[in-house]
């Protein structure tokens, strides 16, 4: 069997007496996309932030290639190949995409003791990372971040994490505010990244986005790990079904069925 890159196992994270996150095990390997679905308020967050070194859990353990790891901070997640990506994409408008793409890590031109940003070293690789990714519309890495769609603003983001290292690609709900179109080169981008060997955990509540690309899936609902499955054992009804709490839909069915019977339309 391959050793996971990020395992948890039986995590769980409290603030003061609020227990947030119950028992989580989940693992996900290189060259694979976990779907980690929930609809608001189920704890999707905290485990991002669990994950990225933003909160310690409680208890249980982190493994990264089957050794403990507890991270102090992000900078810590992040120095060991875990990268996360938030639904806007972590990008400054008023930047120039070569400039966004390097920023805190800039390329520097030395004339003795006198340095400079490389802005042209910062373009050239900040373009080609990012036409790497199927987003060739991009040729100009002194362009605006701003005037960027959000759909290649958030290419430009995974490219750089991709860039410095990442092993681990934490996605935040990266179609939630895009629109078909722009979607769907995210997806695509996702598929790239999982064929050059990353271990994804794609965040959404968005189950026809997950079922295209999902290789894996695991449900939270109110902190717990309600399910986790492989890719074809649950139709996308089951799926949905399962995030809304299975007996809230029944309840609402039940209701309308009710309703309609009762309308002067149904006599």
Known sequence: MTTPILRLTNVSKSFGPVDVLHDISLQVNAGEVLCLLGDNGAGKSTL???????????????E???????????????????AT?????????????GRCFFVGREPVKRWG???AYDRRTANEVAVKAI???????????DRLVGGLSGGERQSLAIARAVHFGARVLILDEPTAALGVKQA?????????ARRRGLAVIFITHQVTHAM??????????????AASFAKGERTREEITDLMAGGEAMAELEAEIAAHEAGSPQAA
Do not use: C, W, Y
């Open 48 to 62: 991002i932030k669990t994950l990225s070194g933003v909160h310690a859990p409680t208890s249980g353990t982190m």
């Open 64 to 82: 990264m290639d089957g050794q403990p790891v507890a991270f102090a901070n992000p900078r810590e997640a992040s120095d060991r190949g875990i």
């Open 85 to 97: 990506v938030h639904q806007f994409g972590g990008t400054f408008p008023l930047m120039s995409i």
């Open 113 to 115: 003791p006198l340095k």
């Open 131 to 141: 036409q790497g990714f199927g987003i060739t519309r991009i040729t100009d890495g």
């Open 184 to 192: 769907s080169h995210v997806l695509r981008i996702v598929l790239e």
């Open 212 to 225: 295209a690309v999902g290789d894996r899936f695991a449900v939270l609902i109110r902190g717990s790990l």
